[in-house]
């Protein structure tokens, strides 16, 4: 099988995946990743979860018909929290890696206790997020607390590629999170996009320094583990990454630029 690499599927609902593509660029140099953004779609955080999870179902139904993927790799922490469950039930056969809010690292991390979790107001009221917090919560030494804040507005300025609008929104959100709960010393960045925009939650954070957690390394990690044992069915010759979006390929190829300082080739598809 010399020559060959295992399709790794990353999907994201647009740019924000493109933080753990880095991750699993590094992770599996060998594999070829071919990426799928929604951004007809984007940004997730704010439509409603019956829709997001069937909107996933039929794109992932309709990717494999297009591409055998080895694993995929729901690089999106709101289609993890809405979908990944109805995808796993779907596509037993297939590897499934999702991403979610790195609350327990967090909490081994904190000084404090005291934890702060940036996300999409859809991951923040899913089902799976609450499951998550509570149990985090239950294994942390007592008097632990997690305080949540929806990011409004911030994946969105982030996708379209509005740096000065990513800045005042992490300004505006950080500070109402640190009003409610000034001990925080740890923030989770709970969506994908927010990690590209570190040096705006840095300079945010001012003179209360944070530590920061993105899990994407996690992510990358975990696939690792999960490839090494998946089958060698459909395997590309070439490990050249494929780019897919739903919406305007030119956002896509932008953001690789901005991003990843490369440029991307990217095939729209029917959305």
Same mark, same amino acid.
């Given at each position: ?14 740019? /924000? ?10 992770? @599996? ?15 997730? /955080? ?17 990717? =494999? &018909?297009?591409?055998?993927?080895? @694993?995929?790799?729901?690089? #999106? ?20 890696? /999702? !991403?979610?809010?790195? !609350? ?25 997020? %609450? ?10 030494? *007592? ?14 300025? !982030? ?8 800045? &005042?929104? #992490?300004?505006?959100?950080? %500070? ?19 990690? @590209?925009?570190? *040096?705006?939650? =840095?300079?945010?954070?001012?003179? %209360?320094? +944070? ?5 994407? %390394? ?18 590309? +010759?070439?490990?050249?990454? !494929?780019?897919? #979006? ?26």
């Amino acid at each position: 099988m010399s020559g060959f690499a295992p399709v790794v599927g990353v999907f994201d609902s647009g740019v /924000g995946g493109l933080s753990v593509w880095r991750a699993l660029r590094g992770a @599996l140099p060998h594999a070829r990743l071919s990426y799928l953004a929604d951004n007809a779609w984007a940004p997730y /955080g704010e439509r409603p979860a019956e829709a997001l999870r069937e909107r996933l179902l039929t794109l992932v139904r309709d990717w =494999r &018909a297009r591409e055998p993927l080895n @694993l995929l790799v729901l690089a #999106c922490n709101t289609a993890t929290a809405v979908g990944i469950d109805a995808l796993r039930a779907e596509h037993r056969e297939l590897p499934i890696v /999702g !991403i979610e809010p790195a !609350i327990r690292p967090a909490l081994a991390a904190s000084r404090s206790g005291r934890v702060g979790v940036v996300a999409t107001r859809a991951t923040l009221n899913s089902a799976r997020y %609450q499951a998550l917090r509570a149990a985090c919560l239950a294994r942390a030494p *007592g008097g632990a607390t997690v305080h949540e804040r929806a990011a409004d507005g911030l994946a969105a300025a !982030i996708e379209r590629g509005d740096g000065a609008a990513a800045e &005042a929104l #992490c300004r505006s959100h950080l %500070q109402a999170l640190l009003d409610e709960a000034p001990a925080i010393d740890t923030l989770v960045l709970g969506c994908t996009h927010y990690p @590209l925009v570190l *040096g705006s939650w =840095r300079a945010a954070s001012g003179a %209360q320094p +944070l530590t920061l957690i993105d899990p994407a %390394q996690a992510v990358a990690h975990r696939a690792l583990g999960l490839l090494s044992g998946a089958a060698a069915s459909g395997l590309a +010759l070439k490990n050249e990454p !494929i780019w897919h #979006c739903t919406g305007h390929a030119e956002a896509l190829s932008r953001a690789t630029r901005q991003w990843l300082g490369r440029p991307a080739e990217v095939r729209p598809l029917q959305s």
